[in-house]
T-cell receptor
Framework: EAQVTQNPRYLITVTGKKLTVTCSQNMNHEYMSWYRQDPGLGLRQIYYSMNVEVTDKGDVPEGYKVSRKEKRNFPLILESPSPNQTSLYFC???????????????????FGPGTRLTVT | AQKVTQAQTEISVVEKEDVTLDCVYETRDTTYYLFWYKQPPSGELVFLIRRNSFDEQNEISGRYSWNFQKSTSSFNFTITASQVVDSAVYFCALSEGNQGGKLIFGQGTELSVKP
């Protein structure tokens, strides 16, 4: 089954304790991304990756790190979590860009089930 | 600047009613993509549809239909004969041609379908 998986699904942690949220997709997608969802602020992009070893900041990258060593995995790392990083996190993937192709099935991002993180 | 506005925060209907969710977008790009996602109470985000800026054809999929109008920068979503299972938060999103695939989401419309 084609899917994006995230682990853990729920996590309660304390300020300053490093954590990693894993994300894996089995669709051979080039593009992967992390979003956070907060009440009143909606969904905002944290980081994205166009392909292996290519990552870039989204709109709210502060306090986060990512890596893309393999095509299927895109972990989100919080080196020193703080309470303002309490949020619902989504990983997403898509085929990526197809320059010059109109109507191609790119761009739609498929989301993982979400990780609810609480930092106390 | 790019922006997606979903002016309806909450909508409540009775089962079998038709309902339209509004989405207005802003972009300076001539190439862009529009999406609708559904977030049911279980929390996951489910992809519903993608439209390209160069394709203004409306689309129908079962009880769902989408009306894309570039003249008014709108991409509205209609559910015909709504059902309780349609209760969810619906997000409209925009991806611009030169933004590396980033989705810009609207604030979402919470649809409640009562039996």
């Amino acid at each position: 089954e084609a899917q994006v998986t995230q682990n853990p699904r729920y996590l309660i942690t304390v300020t300053g304790k490093k954590l990693t949220v894993t994300c894996s997709q089995n669709m051979n997608h080039e593009y992967m991304s992390w979003y956070r969802q907060d009440p009143g602020l909606g969904l905002r992009q944290i980081y994205y990756s166009m392909n292996v070893e290519v990552t870039d900041k989204g709109d709210v990258p502060e306090g986060y790190k990512v890596s893309r060593k393999e095509k299927r995995n895109f972990p989100l790392i919080l080196e020193s979590p703080s309470p303002n990083q309490t949020s619902l996190y989504f990983c997403a993937s898509s085929l990526g860009e197809s320059p010059g192709k109109t109507g191609s099935r790119t761009r739609e991002q498929y989301f993982g089930p979400g990780t609810r993180l609480t930092v106390t | 600047a790019q922006k997606v506005t979903q002016a309806q925060t909450e909508i409540s209907v009775v089962e079998k009613e038709d309902v339209t969710l509004d989405c207005v977008y802003e972009t300076r790009d001539t190439t862009y993509y529009l999406f609708w996602y559904k977030q049911p109470p279980s929390g996951e985000l489910v992809f519903l549809i993608r439209r390209n800026s160069f394709d203004e054809q409306n689309e129908i999929s079962g009880r769902y239909s989408w009306n894309f109008q570039k003249s008014t920068s709108s991409f509205n979503f209609t559910i015909t004969a709504s059902q309780v299972v349609d209760s969810a938060v619906y997000f409209c999103a925009l991806s611009e041609g030169n933004q590396g695939g980033k989705l810009i989401f609207g604030q979402g419309t919470e649809l409640s379908v009562k039996p």
